[in-house]
């Protein structure tokens, strides 16, 4: 059974940080890109950031960039997501994805999926 299992999330004050880790099992994610997704109540769930199977590209939605980065340990099946000045806005539940075919930014796109980790910030 392939699993992604998401952790780090939870209750921060704005300007806050966090980091979220991401751990695969059931099979090796080291040739697949890697992302984070994230869907607020009511909301569709959006892109947040990408980072290619070696590490060398990334891509962030425009409201995260200079504050998340995204990074990854393919010897440990991770990926990581460190969140800096934290907004209310950012509050959501945050979703590690594995191995896209396609459009990095749409969710259809990914094959594998987290069960989600929760990160809210008050203001």
């Known amino acids: 059974q392939v699993l992604l299992v998401e952790s780090g999330g939870g209750l921060v004050q704005a300007g806050d940080s966090l980091r979220l880790s991401c751990v695969g099992s059931?099979?090796?994610?080291?040739?697949?890109?890697m992302g984070w997704f994230r869907q607020a109540p009511g909301k569709e769930r959006e892109f947040v950031a990408a980072?290619?199977?070696?590490?060398?590209?990334?891509f962030y939605r425009d409201s995260v960039k200079g504050r998340f980065t995204i990074s990854r340990d393919n010897a440990k099946n991770m990926a990581y997501l460190q969140m800096n000045s934290l907004k209310p806005e950012d509050t959501a539940v945050y979703y590690c994805?594995?191995?896209?075919?396609?459009?990095?930014?749409?969710?259809?796109?990914?094959?594998?999926w987290g069960q989600g980790t929760q990160v809210t910030v008050s203001s």
């Open positions: 994805a594995a191995d896209p075919d396609g459009d990095y930014y749409k969710d259809s796109a990914w094959e594998y």
């Open positions: 980072i290619t199977w070696s590490g060398g590209s990334t």
């Open positions: 059931g099979r090796t994610f080291s040739s697949d890109p």
